[in-house]
């Protein structure tokens, strides 16, 4: 009975929908500390403690694959660069000066971004339909980088915050290709693992300065219970889930829950922030998710998703 429910369509998208709960959760604590916590130190002890949570389970991997990864230790520290440091700290940075609903739907384009970068990067081939979903998707994030005000496009003047999330999801996007192209490709837990250390390593000195020069982590019950809640909900769940998820619906099915989630985000800042919804957040939703949609979404009888495990915002 037990194995019945779990092969069922209702667990399916129950999981489907618990997923993308959990992308959402990002942007929304990420966004709820950025008074509280310095974003650099945010990064910093996020991941840190979230490869203290899965090493029991991924530290037989990394021993096994333990040459490939030395061997290629380089990639992981670019992967930090990209992974922890621009699209964790600069995205944190980001949230400080902006919504995360705001955050979340710009966040939704970086697998739009993947698929240009990897036709300009790795002559890839995109299709009529991934252009018209690319115009359409960028066309949304204007709306959303100019709060709908056409004389803000004019004049080039886009909200400072939001620039941040779009350099996030562009370099999420690189992240993705170079994870792509880890040859042979690892465990889900051992690569996870192995991205965590190298995006630590990446962030230690940059926290180390961040305490000595602008201000240190605050650690009290609030903060450490705050950050622990990021690094579980946001980045190992995330990443547990997303692949049991692909397990039972396939990857291309399981990689819309990104097109999802920005509707949690949407909610969750109403509900814990207090941020409304405006007029340039309808507009965005109505043009963002459908044009990502009609970018990344495999053909029928194809199964590739372009979309990662998923962190970010």
Same mark, same amino acid.
């Given at each position: 009975?037990?194995?019945?429910?779990?092969?069922?369509?209702?667990?399916?998208?129950?999981?489907?929908?618990?997923?993308?709960?959990?992308?959402?959760?990002?942007?929304?604590?990420?966004?709820?500390?950025?008074?509280?916590?310095?974003?650099?130190?945010?990064?910093?002890?996020?991941?840190?403690?979230?490869?203290?949570?899965?090493?029991?389970?991924?530290?037989?991997?990394?021993?096994?694959?333990?040459?490939?990864?030395? /061997?290629?230790?380089?990639?992981? +520290?670019?992967?930090?660069?990209?992974?922890?440091?621009?699209?964790?700290?600069?995205?944190?940075?980001?949230?400080?000066?902006? =919504?995360?609903?705001?955050?979340?739907?710009?966040?939704?384009?970086?697998?739009?971004?993947?698929?240009?970068?990897?036709?300009?990067?790795?002559?890839?081939?995109?299709?009529?339909?991934?252009?018209?979903?690319?115009?359409?998707?960028?066309?949304?994030?204007?709306?959303?980088?100019?709060?709908? *005000?056409? *004389?803000?496009?004019?004049?080039?003047?886009?909200?400072? =915050?939001?620039?941040?999330?779009?350099?996030?999801?562009?370099?999420?996007?690189?992240?993705? +290709?170079?994870?792509?192209?880890?040859?042979?490709?690892?465990?889900?837990?051992?690569?996870?693992?192995?991205?965590?250390?190298?995006?630590?390593?990446?962030?230690?000195?940059?926290?180390?300065?961040?305490?000595?020069?602008?201000?240190?982590?605050?650690?009290?019950?609030?903060?450490?219970?705050?950050?622990?809640?990021?690094?579980?909900?946001?980045?190992?769940?995330?990443?547990?889930?997303?692949? /049991?998820?692909?397990?039972?619906?396939?990857?291309?099915?399981?990689?819309?829950?990104?097109?999802?989630?920005?509707?949690?985000?949407?909610?969750?800042?109403?509900?814990?922030?207090?941020? =409304?919804?405006?007029?340039?957040?309808?507009? =965005?939703?109505?043009?963002?998710?459908?044009?990502?949609?009609?970018?990344?979404?495999?053909?029928?009888?194809?199964? /590739?998703?372009?979309?990662?495990?998923?962190?970010?915002?």
């Amino acid at each position: 009975m037990l194995s019945a429910l779990r092969a069922s369509p209702f667990a399916a998208y129950g999981l489907y929908l618990f997923g993308s709960a959990l992308f959402a959760s990002n942007p929304v604590l990420g966004r709820a500390l950025a008074n509280l916590v310095p974003p650099v130190g945010l990064t910093f002890w996020r991941w840190g403690i979230a490869f203290l949570m899965v090493l029991p389970l991924a530290l037989p991997g990394l021993l096994t694959h333990r040459r490939q990864l030395l /061997k290629d230790w380089r990639r992981y +520290i670019l992967l930090g660069v990209f992974g922890q440091g621009i699209s964790g700290a600069v995205v944190y940075y980001g949230l400080a000066h902006t =919504g995360a609903t705001n955050a979340s739907l710009i966040y939704a384009t970086s697998p739009v971004f993947t698929l240009i970068i990897a036709a300009v990067w790795l002559g890839e081939t995109i299709r009529m339909r991934q252009i018209a979903g690319i115009l359409v998707a960028m066309a949304g994030v204007l709306v959303i980088l100019t709060r709908g *005000d056409t *004389d803000a496009l004019l004049r080039l003047s886009f909200h400072f =915050g939001d620039l941040l999330i779009l350099a996030g999801a562009v370099s999420w996007a690189f992240f993705t +290709i170079l994870l792509r192209q880890t040859n042979p490709p690892l465990p889900a837990m051992t690569s996870f693992a192995a991205n965590a250390l190298g995006g630590l390593l990446v962030m230690a000195p940059f926290y180390a300065w961040e305490t000595v020069a602008v201000r240190p982590v605050p650690f009290n019950a609030t903060t450490i219970l705050s950050i622990a809640a990021v690094a579980l909900f946001a980045s190992v769940l995330a990443i547990i889930v997303y692949q /049991k998820t692909i397990a039972m619906m396939g990857a291309a099915q399981a990689s819309t829950a990104l097109y999802v989630s920005p509707f949690w985000a949407a909610l969750g800042s109403w509900l814990l922030l207090g941020e =409304g919804l405006e007029l340039f957040h309808l507009a =965005g939703v109505a043009l963002v998710l459908p044009g990502v949609a009609l970018a990344t979404l495999p053909s029928r009888g194809t199964a /590739k998703a372009t979309i990662p495990a998923a962190d970010g915002a």
